[in-house]
């Protein structure tokens, strides 16, 4: 009971190596999207930085509910970068979960409001901030030097599944199509899948899982924190507090339905939270003003799940993906996931359940378990992701 009270609160509220010369070509990117997008790098770094650029995306222009194909997109270049003018480097892509925003990774304050509020366990944001966290990890802690990409994959209701939509727009596109390309473009990576990897958190989690399966000739590497499952439990579960959540926001004025949302005011996150999905998993261009169907309908005032909308669901969910594209995963070189054993979310069995059909399916793999939740020591699990993935990457030398 604690636990599920905590939950709702929660859902209420809300350097140096010798230098490399290029011998792999770069992708090609749209002549759109090299006019509208631009990565500028001030001069004289010496040391790890974060940039940021703004990228604009053809494939999220004109979406129904109006989000914007133009983002902010975060950056880290090793010290190496700047020292080492003609050297590659690897890349890991990491794809933001809740709070969504791109600066998610970069600054506390979201993960503070939902900690202040709701008694969330709070986050080990390091101390030092996120760029010296990172420059620590690659000079003392045993992770190689990479550029890390962090964009923004918001959408109107929360984050993105990262999958293509008819109705938000065509986020996998987005990020396999159009930002490995401009990165590459405009970058010195090294533009080939062996150095090449994604990451992410919850949603993020889901998305690059999800993607590395299905572009593993995009993606070899894969390393998926708290990777979220949504199962017709949690869906029942969704109902309920949806239905409260509506019945108090209204008291107070509010309208129907979901709100547009911000990490640093987050309301009604139940309510948004099934829209999001719903979007991206059963979306309706003929059912405005939110285009999409929910699983479920109330009976007497009690949610009723409806079996064709759910079945729909579930062949989206990892479980089923991992049967579908097993061949694919077959030729990914790190597949990574953990999850905490008390996640307030519930996710815990399901990436159990996801851990034992992988090795049922004799797919290399490594999922780690730890005593924890959905956020807490994030930072900690980061940086061993990160680390197992940039040891992973070949020696460019000796390609």
């Known amino acids: 009971m604690k636990t599920k009270s905590f939950v709702y609160i929660l859902m209420m509220v809300f350097f140096t190596i010798s230098c490399q010369q290029d011998l792999l070509p770069d992708e090609e990117l749209s002549a759109e999207a090299q006019t509208k997008s631009a990565i500028t790098i001030p001069d004289g770094l010496t040391e790890g930085t974060v940039i940021t650029t703004q990228f604009y995306s053809p494939s999220l222009e004109g979406n129904l509910v109006g989000d914007p194909a133009l983002r902010n997109v975060n950056i880290y270049l090793p010290k190496s970068y700047f020292l080492c003018p003609e050297k590659r480097f690897p890349v890991i892509y990491f794809l933001h979960g809740m709070p969504a925003w791109e600066k998610m990774l970069m600054e506390p304050a979201s993960f503070e409001i939902f900690q202040q509020i709701s008694g969330l366990a709070p986050v080990d944001f390091p101390a030092e901030g996120f760029t010296q966290w990172l420059n620590q990890l690659i000079d003392e802690g045993g992770m190689k030097e990479t550029i890390i990409v962090m964009p923004n994959a918001q959408t109107i209701f929360g984050p993105s599944l990262y999958l293509n939509s008819e109705v938000l727009g065509n986020y996998e596109d987005y990020i396999v199509n159009e930002l490995t390309a401009f990165i590459d473009h405009n970058l010195r990576t090294i533009p080939h899948f062996n150095w090449r990897a994604i990451s992410g958190h919850c949603a993020g989690g889901y998305g690059a899982l999800n ?9 070899r590497y894969v390393g998926a924190l708290s990777p979220a499952h949504f199962s017709e439990a949690h869906f029942n579960q969704i109902a309920l507090y949806s239905a409260y959540e509506e019945m108090v926001w209204q008291q107070q004025g509010a309208p129907a339905g979901p709100l547009p949302y911000s990490p640093f005011e987050p309301a009604k996150f139940m309510t948004n939270t099934v829209y999001l999905l719903c979007q991206f ?28 909308l759910m079945a729909r669901i579930d062949q989206q969910n990892l479980l089923a993906e991992t049967k579908q594209f097993q061949k694919e ?5 790190t597949v990574y996931f953990d999850c905490g054993s008390n996640d307030e979310l519930f996710m815990f069995p399901f990436n159990q359940m996801l851990d034992a059909q992988l090795t049922e399916m004799h797919i290399k793999h490594q999922f780690e378990a730890f005593e924890g939740t959905h956020i807490n020591h994030l930072y900690e699990r980061l940086a061993k992701a990160w680390i197992k993935l940039s040891n992973d990457f070949p020696d460019y030398e000796d390609e």
């Open 281 to 308: 998993w059963l979306p309706n261009p003929q059912n405005p003003p939110y285009y999409c169907d929910l699983p479920y309908t109330y009976i007497d005032g009690q949610p009723e799940i409806i079996p064709e």
């Open 329 to 333: 995963l077959r030729q990914l070189k």
């Open 211 to 219: 993607i590395g399966m299905r572009h593993p000739k995009l993606f």
